[in-house]
């Protein structure tokens, strides 16, 4: 079966999620299936989707054969779509809803997928590979001001603009289509410091803006509230700061509105047990609340 992340707090999302027999629930980024099989263990119905059709399929295998008699739907499809997605499956009333917000293991191990530097393919970055801008595209065809922007945005970068007038100097004597071409740019123009690759940064925001990830969350979170039945749950695991501090100030208004429960004061994170078996783990932060 093809390799995508192991489920990420899985005790503590099906803990936190409270599944109860027969009710209905939905996982907005199903992966490879590993909380979503957790959900179908408990006997909870279940509405699975991803964006990422390789995901789609990972993860009807591993359902097929872990939970062959469990009610599951499954789809493709863009969580920003929530809403549309929950009422063509008979989804539009809910007890808890999951937002993994990771990389998979095999997304990022997929030289064609573009999505790691340690790896040599195309700057890719898709999710959904029905997308038309790839992170070549960004690349190649954002100006300098554009460039910086984005890396600072979306990703905190310090060296933004030595990167951005690195990629402007390269690109002139030839499209940057490759992870190695990329790579060696940002490693001419900013040296190493401490264990980050200097590419960490720069690749993250690529990614988040090929993905158009950050306004699809925002569009998402307001959705699943509104499918929520009053006591359902809405968990979310995020993986870098600008995710987090949008379900953060989410979370907080709606508890603000009294529209919510703040279930977590404060994110939940991994267990020293599941860095150390899970290593990419280690900047998950998981977020629940529960709907009023």
């Known amino acids: 079966m093809t390799k995508f992340h192991e489920p990420v707090l899985l005790k503590e999302v099906i803990g936190y999620l409270n599944i109860k027999p027969g009710r209905k629930y939905i996982d907005a980024t199903v992966g490879g299936g590993g909380h979503s099989k957790a959900i179908l263990k408990l006997d909870g119905q279940l509405l699975a989707i991803d964006c990422d059709p390789e995901a789609i399929e990972a993860a009807r295998e591993r359902l097929s054969t872990a939970c062959p008699d469990a009610s599951w739907r499954l789809t493709q499809g863009n969580f920003k779509d929530l809403t549309k997605i929950a009422g063509k499956y008979g989804f539009e009333k809910i007890d808890g809803v999951l937002f993994d917000l990771g990389v998979s293991s095999y997304q990022l191990e997929t030289p064609q997928r573009g999505f790691s530097f340690n790896l040599e393919g195309p700057l890719d970055m898709r999710m959904d590979p029905s997308l038309e801008v790839t992170a070549a595209d960004l690349v190649n065809g954002l100006n300098k001001g554009e460039l910086e922007e984005l890396f600072k945005k979306f990703a905190q970068e310090y060296s933004a603009r030595r990167i951005a007038e690195a990629i402007i100097n390269a690109r002139r004597l030839k499209p940057i289509k490759t992870i190695g071409q990329l790579v060696e740019i940002i490693e001419n123009?900013?040296?190493?410091?401490?264990?980050?690759?200097?590419?960490?940064?720069?690749?993250?925001?690529?990614?988040?803006?090929?993905?158009?990830?950050?306004?699809?969350?925002?569009?998402?979170?307001?959705?699943?509230?509104?499918?929520?039945?009053?006591?359902?749950?809405?968990?979310?695991?995020?993986?870098?700061?600008?995710?987090?501090?949008?379900?953060?100030?989410?979370?907080?208004?709606?508890?603000?509105?009294?529209?919510?429960?703040?279930?977590?004061?404060?994110?939940?994170?991994?267990?020293?047990?599941?860095?150390?078996?899970?290593?990419?783990?280690?900047?998950?932060?998981?977020?629940?609340?529960?709907?009023?």
């Open 189 to 292: 123009a900013v040296p190493r410091r401490g264990g980050l690759h200097p590419a960490t940064k720069v690749f993250q925001a690529l990614r988040i803006a090929v993905n158009d990830e950050l306004n699809n969350l925002k569009a998402a979170l307001p959705q699943a509230m509104a499918l929520l039945n009053p006591g359902g749950r809405l968990t979310v695991i995020s993986f870098h700061s600008g995710e987090d501090r949008i379900v953060k100030q989410f979370l907080r208004h709606q508890a603000k509105e009294g529209k919510l429960r703040l279930i977590t004061k404060k994110p939940i994170r991994v267990s020293a047990e599941e860095l150390s078996a899970n290593p990419r783990s280690r900047s998950a932060k998981l977020r629940v609340g529960e709907k009023l």
